[in-house]
């Protein structure tokens, strides 16, 4: 089911002040910055099959890679949960498969309003909120996490990497990380830096890296119904 997500945000409401004054006795004058953030984001949406007869749900957000980003939304159905809902798959949980636009990347703020957006729309247990992604998602989910990691319940980012500088805010976020020992396009070593900082930092991370797999490391993770299993499991940890 297609959707889309239409913000506008006012920062401020306020003008511009004057510029600065460069007199000896009022060396600086106060000013305002007026901003208005225009965000449009279409999204897949799945709905479990007994939605109506629960209070509240998990919800999955899935992000994809750089190849599919774009207008068209059948193109997120490549990959991943969209591509195994498409054929048929029943999860017990809220999956969301936003699409960023061309020649864009997945930026935190913009994922934070489509959090909020879906929290008021739809029945989300906001301690049940995971968020994976595939190679540009994996990126986009390692920031997403850093920008606010106490919005989550868990990530598991595949194939993408991070800043190490991170691994402090994220030492307490359940994390499960997935990744191609022969993968050429992102190296191996981008996850396993992260995992090494968040455990130096004392968090208690997961990585698997299969031995075989180049950059598809993400068909075998996305059908392992262990993963799964893992992900309902994580509740939100208590607030860094």
Known sequence: MKHHLLLTLALLSSPIGSTVAHCQDQPQKAAKLDVTI???MDYLLYLPKDYDKKESW???VFLHGSGE???N???VKVHGPPKLIAAGKEFPMIVVSPQCPK???WEPFELSLLLDDLERKYKVDQDRIYLTGLSMGGFGTWRMA????NR???IAPICGGGDVQSARRLAKLPIWAFHGAKDTGVPVEL???MIDAIKKNGGDPRLTIYPEAGHDSWTETYNNPEFYDWLLAQKRPGKN
Not at 146 to 149: D, I, S
């Open 152 to 154: 989550l319940a868990a």
């Open 103 to 105: 020649g864009k990347s």
């Open 69 to 71: 980003r774009g207008d």
């Open 38 to 40: 225009h965000v449009e």
């Open 73 to 75: 939304l059948d193109q």
């Open 191 to 193: 996850s396993q830096s």
């Open 146 to 149: 850093a920008h606010a990691p």
């Open 58 to 60: 998990p919800l999955m």
